[in-house]
């Protein structure tokens, strides 16, 4: 094999800059967010005390209840690995974690508190603030980490992984071409180059393969990715055998089933070792946590609201004449068909194979309509389908079967979509995805969201969601 070395995939860094390596990373996020909640703990306690009692307050206590509330919100985290480098990519560690770890931190306050009986101490006041103020910190300490960690690659600063590529010079090049300059601080140490498969019908010279595995033990790498093809996958393999004396992950890289499935991973059915492309969405255990939680907050929620959905049908039998709810063909999970409920706010009741979406100043939007409308009202009789088992509270939304029709035609995985049961709400619209889809992107953009919350489905997701949907602005954009 011929051996190259020093190709970098990060900025220009000079020698003399000092590169902080995953490890280094996670230590200093580690230490800067518990540092910064305890002293937004303390200063939260001093600020309100001073207010409402005119003294400081016992900062002792501010620093202890500080204290276990940042070790208990960044445990969850610290357990799954999200200080990790290549876990702070965008979408990793999103807002949805940080809301449950914060939740979670605050519920073991609440049981110590209650074990030791110190609840009476404390003041509900500065907690309810620490609470509220801590999460809007904690989020922005996670937006500043990221844009330090994207400027660190930039400059070379930051280096997650000392990678050797192994494989023909063709495919090596090609893996240059694809994945530099790379954005998440991969150094390439050292580059490998073997003969293509069809010109060496037996393994490279032993002695060759163990110089260049001591060349990536010099270079202290922290990963061999050899290479391969579909078709030469046995003989890429042995040659990847050789490597495993290492203190360093070895991988098989560029097969395109891997390429076109990332998420693939070895499985079983019954005996049969697979390849698993893609894992049912929710298992039976996650399906049945989501499928109660949709029923006691759907239920609860009919409930509760019962004098504002009397109010509602009152104001729409005075407003215009009709009925008082909407009812449409929409596909569910598996495309099951059913009918969605809704507060009638156009004057026509279109359920055809064609159908118009409502667009801004349309004439067929009622004056009430235009209000539910505006403020997502005209969703809640859907808490009817939650309950009824043809809905979640979150999840993509259906859409017309007219429009299934055309958009499963022009855009892949579309029917992906409705592996899942439809929701109320969903990622895409506390996005700003919602209302008409008057193209193709448009409608790509929404699909790629509901995509996002399927792979990544959580009930701390479902939380979040649902609370964005109340206070985040794009939850309202488009509405008309």
């Avoid at 860094?13 to 909640?37: H, K, P, W, Y």
């Avoid at 390439?188 to 293509?196: F, G, V």
């Avoid at 209000?371 to 999840?395: H, T």
């Avoid at 499963?408 to 506390?430: C, E, F, N």
Wanted: aromatic share 10%; glycine share 8%.
């Amino acid at each position: 094999m011929a051996v190259r070395t020093g190709r970098n995939f990060v900025g220009s860094a000079n020698s003399s800059q000092l590169s902080l390596t995953r490890d280094g990373f996670f230590a200093v996020a580690l230490t800067m967010e518990i540092l910064l909640v305890v002293g937004v703990a303390v200063l939260i306690g001093v600020a309100y005390h001073a207010l409402v009692y005119g003294h400081a307050g016992p900062i002792d206590d501010f620093f202890v209840v500080g204290a276990l509330t940042a070790i208990f919100y960044v445990l969850p985290t610290f357990f799954h690995s999200h200080y990790r480098v290549k876990n702070y990519l965008p979408g990793e560690r999103g807002p949805a974690r940080q809301f449950s770890s914060w939740n979670f931190a605050f519920f073991c306050i609440a049981v110590i508190g209650f074990l030791t009986k110190s609840t009476a101490v404390q003041s509900r006041g500065w907690l309810l603030l620490l609470y509220g103020i801590g999460l809007v910190c904690v989020f922005a300490f996670e937006v500043a980490m990221d844009h330090c960690r994207r400027a660190a690659f930039k400059t070379g600063r930051l280096m997650t992984q000392r990678a050797m590529v192994v494989g023909t010079e063709a495919d090596v090049d090609r893996f240059l071409v694809a994945h530099s300059p790379a954005p998440d601080g991969l150094s390439i140490a050292a580059i490998a180059t073997i003969p293509a498969p069809q010109r060496a019908s037996l393994l490279p010279d032993n002695s060759n393969i163990s110089h260049d595995v001591e060349v990536a033990r010099r270079h202290n790498v922290s990963d061999v990715i050899v290479l391969a093809d579909w078709a030469n996958g046995p003989h890429f393999a042995r040659i990847a055998e050789k490597f495993m004396d290492l203190p360093a992950s070895v991988h098989l890289g560029q097969l395109e089933v891997v390429e076109r499935y990332p998420q693939l991973r070895v499985g079983r059915v019954g005996s049969v070792t697979t390849l698993l492309l893609r894992s049912e969405p929710l298992s039976m255990l996650q399906a049945l946590v989501k499928r109660a939680f949709d029923i006691s907050v759907a239920s609860t929620a009919l409930m509760l609201l019962a004098p504002l959905h009397l109010l509602i049908a009152i104001l729409i039998k005075v407003d215009s004449p009709g009925p008082i709810f909407f009812r449409q063909r929409r596909r569910g999970f598996n495309q099951k068909e059913f009918k969605i409920w809704k507060y009638r706010t156009l004057f026509t009741m279109d359920d055809g194979n064609e159908i118009i979406q409502v667009k801004t100043g349309d004439a067929r939007v009622t004056r009430l309509g235009g209000l539910l409308r505006k403020y997502n009202v005209d969703e809640l009789p859907q808490l009817i389908n939650v309950v009824r088992g043809e809905m979640s509270l979150v999840g993509p939304r259906p859409h017309a079967v007219a429009h299934d029709g055309y958009y499963q035609q022009i855009i892949d995985h579309y029917t992906r979509r409705l592996s899942v049961r439809p929701g109320i709400t969903g990622w895409a619209q506390i996005h700003g995805h919602r209302g008409a889809t008057e193209t193709p992107g448009s409608m790509e953009a929404r699909v790629a969201d509901d995509l996002y919350y399927i792979e990544n489905w959580s009930i701390a997701l479902d939380l979040y969601i649902l609370l964005m949907t109340v206070v985040a602005p794009k939850a309202y954009r488009n509405a008309y």
